[in-house]
């Protein structure tokens, strides 16, 4: 049985774990509104299955699926990924789903964040979210494993990233957003990160990729390889907008320490050349009111740095570009010499506004109860 805890993990001595620590599974949920997704959500169902099947040769993966969809994602998928039944209003497990937390028995919990659809009735990207706000209840209910609910505190799994050791990396952009926390101040908003991921620095840094319709999520941006380790998105083009986001975000890493006072070590990966949405590409999207719309030439929040720590490899987007998916792929390989570093072609999942890490969810190996 799952239950509600009252208290933090912080108190009860459970902290979030770095993503390149061992994995019990990883989490999907399975896409298929057709106005974020384009022609009937077929090619992106496509997509998801290719980069749940590249997680599996790592770690069991179970994929969430609606009722209606549920014989052809089970017939999509190979039989090794587990399909269960789960109510949802779309398919980012990395924002909706649970933050894992383990203690040092190796008990694990989860933070079941409040959620509103990346900014809520101020400019969140869908309405309603009901179901999205259930998803981490769902989860830790299959795998009986205690939740901590932060009911007044909105946030999303993409918009943190945790070294595993006391520091934790964030967005001013994000979590200063108007349609989140606005009852909040910075230093109010540090203390529930300190409470719920029992982290004691917070690193702010401004801005995440450009044109990020979460509101600039850090995932999307930076992350631990390891602790002391930093992948950073990057380019070399000046005049690109993404250039004084990511030099100013290199200045102030540079200049950082984390919690055990190390100096961070710091790898750029370039970005892709940029990528647009086509024509063809708009009009495939159903236009319904409530969403985002995806309209032709509109640029997206492309970035390698979105990828999945599996156990013992690095599942990363690919986009086609002749340039740089091999040069992410040969910095990945460089960074991770002992993971196998797999790409996986991912301009689908762009298309829907995020990429391979928004809409996976590592749980930790900890002895958890079933
Ligand atoms: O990138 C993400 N973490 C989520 C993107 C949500 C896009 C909704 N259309």
């Given at each position: 049985?799952?239950?509600?805890?009252?208290?933090?993990?912080?108190?009860?001595?459970?902290?979030?774990?770095?993503?390149?620590?061992?994995?019990?599974?990883?989490?999907?949920?399975?896409?298929?509104?057709?106005?974020?997704?384009?022609?009937?959500?077929?090619?992106?169902?496509?997509?998801?299955?290719?980069?749940?099947?590249?997680?599996?040769?790592?770690?069991?993966?179970?994929?969430?699926?609606?009722?209606?969809?549920?014989?052809?994602a089970?017939?999509?998928?190979?039989?090794?990924?587990?399909?269960?039944?789960?109510?949802?209003?779309?398919?980012?497990?990395?924002?909706?789903?649970?933050?894992?937390?383990?203690?040092?028995?190796?008990?694990?919990?989860?933070?079941?964040?409040?959620?509103?659809?990346?900014?809520?009735?101020?400019?969140?990207?869908?309405?309603?979210?009901?179901?999205?706000?259930?998803?981490?209840?769902?989860?830790?209910?299959?795998?009986?494993?205690?939740?901590?609910?932060?009911?007044?505190?909105?946030?999303?799994?993409?918009?943190?990233?945790?070294?595993?050791?006391?520091?934790?990396?964030?967005?001013?952009?994000?979590?200063?957003?108007?349609?989140?926390?606005?009852h909040?101040?910075?230093?109010?908003?540090?203390?529930?990160?300190?409470?719920?991921?029992?982290?004691?620095?917070?690193?702010?840094?401004?801005?995440?990729?450009?044109?990020?319709?979460?509101?600039?999520?850090?995932?999307n941006?930076?992350?631990?390889?390891?602790?002391?380790?930093?992948?950073?998105?990057?380019?070399?083009?000046?005049?690109?907008?993404?250039?004084?986001?990511?030099?100013?975000?290199?200045?102030?890493?540079?200049?950082?320490?984390?919690?055990?006072?190390?100096?961070?070590?710091?790898?750029?990966i370039?970005?892709?050349?940029?990528?647009?949405?086509?024509k063809?590409?708009?009009e495939?999207?159903?236009?319904?009111?409530?969403?985002?719309?995806?309209?032709?030439?509109?640029?997206?929040?492309?970035?390698?740095?979105?990828?999945?720590?599996?156990?013992?490899?690095?599942?990363?987007?690919?986009?086609?570009?002749?340039?740089?998916?091999?040069?992410?792929?040969?910095?990945?390989?460089?960074?991770?010499?002992?993971?196998?570093?797999?790409?996986?072609?991912?301009r689908?999942?762009?298309?829907?506004?995020?990429?391979?890490?928004?809409?996976?969810?590592?749980?930790?190996l900890?002895?958890?109860?079933?």
């Amino acid at each position: 049985m799952s239950k509600r805890l009252d208290t933090t993990p912080k108190k009860d001595e459970f902290r979030m774990p770095g993503e390149f620590e061992q994995h019990k599974q990883c989490w999907m949920i399975w896409p298929e509104r057709t106005d974020n997704w384009r022609l009937g959500a077929k090619l992106a169902q496509k997509s998801f299955a290719e980069i749940a099947s590249a997680i599996s040769e790592f770690e069991p993966v179970t994929m969430g699926v609606s009722k209606e969809q549920f014989s052809n994602a089970r017939q999509m998928l190979p039989d090794y990924i587990r399909v269960v039944e789960m109510a949802s209003n779309d398919s980012w497990m990395r924002d909706v789903g649970p933050t894992f937390v383990i203690n040092d028995k190796g008990e694990v919990r989860a933070v079941d964040w409040k959620f509103n659809s990346w900014g809520g009735l101020v400019d969140g990207l869908y309405f309603p979210w009901d179901q999205d706000d259930k998803i981490a209840q769902k989860v830790c209910e299959i795998e009986n494993v205690d939740t901590y609910r932060t009911d007044g505190f909105i946030l999303e799994g993409g918009s943190i990233h945790v070294d595993g050791e006391g520091t934790c990396i964030v967005t001013e952009e994000c979590l200063l957003s108007k349609g989140r926390n606005s009852h909040l101040t910075k230093e109010e908003i540090e203390e529930k990160l300190k409470e719920y991921l029992n982290i004691e620095k917070v690193i702010w840094i401004k801005n995440g990729i450009y044109n990020d319709e979460t509101n600039g999520h850090v995932d999307n941006i930076c992350c631990f390889a390891r602790p002391g380790e930093i992948l950073l998105a990057w380019t070399d083009d000046e005049k690109d907008p993404q250039y004084n986001i990511s030099k100013s975000a290199y200045d102030l890493l540079t200049n950082e320490t984390d919690v055990k006072g190390r100096k961070l070590e710091i790898h750029k990966i370039h970005i892709p050349n940029p990528i647009v949405i086509t024509k063809e590409e708009s009009e495939g999207v159903d236009a319904i009111d409530g969403t985002l719309p995806r309209e032709e030439g509109d640029r997206q929040a492309a970035s390698y740095i979105n990828f999945y720590i599996a156990n013992g490899a690095i599942i990363f987007p690919l986009f086609n570009d002749e340039k740089y998916d091999k040069l992410a792929e040969e910095k990945l390989k460089e960074v991770f010499p002992d993971r196998k570093v797999v790409g996986v072609y991912a301009r689908e999942i762009i298309l829907g506004g995020g990429n391979i890490h928004c809409i996976t969810q590592q749980q930790p190996l900890g002895k958890s109860i079933g």
